[in-house]
């Protein structure tokens, strides 16, 4: 299977990659599937991908635990070697196109004080939603690579 073909699989095909690379053929590793398996843990048990009830949470700590995610993925890469080139591939791309966007948009606007205005509180959930959406299909492609059941639906979020 081709990248760009397992890109569309997961609904992630607007990600902003080279065309070369696309056309690469997708084949993880052992150490793919380690450092996959070692981010989808993280992934699926943080508000990264989980709801943020609305008379609940924080956004300061909903950001910082997004935020993060980069030391995080930094250290899943460590571990798992430098034979890990298709995790790293989609790993920096979804650090630098997806989650970095929110969360400079966002530190700075915490600085000023934006999350003691209601409407700044409500912006910052609704745009976290969003992110919430492309990281649980993110959080789906982690689990394929990996090779483990999808477990990002196992909860009913309607209780």
């Keep these: 299977m081709k990248w760009s073909k397992w890109l569309e699989n997961w609904d992630m095909a607007s990600l902003k990659i080279k065309a070369p690379f696309l056309e690469m053929e997708w084949k993880p590793q052992d150490e793919d599937k380690a450092a996959a398996w070692e981010l989808y843990v993280e992934l699926l048990t943080r508000i990264a991908t989980q709801?943020?009830?609305?008379?609940?949470?924080?956004?300061?700590?909903?950001?910082?635990?997004?935020?993060?995610?980069f030391a995080i993925t930094r250290q899943v890469l460590k571990n798992n070697t430098r034979n890990c080139t298709e995790f790293t591939k989609i790993a920096i791309v979804v650090l630098n196109q997806v989650i970095r966007p929110f969360t400079a948009k966002w530190h700075r606007l915490s600085i000023d004080g934006a999350f003691s205005d209601v409407e700044k509180q409500k912006e910052f959930r609704d745009e976290l939603a969003e992110l919430q959406s492309v990281l649980k299909k993110y959080t789906k492609m982690l689990a394929d690579m990996a090779g483990v059941e999808d477990l990002t639906t196992l909860e009913d979020s309607e209780t």
């Design 51 to 69: 709801p943020l009830d609305e008379k609940h949470g924080d956004e300061k700590t909903a950001l910082d635990s997004v935020y993060s995610l």
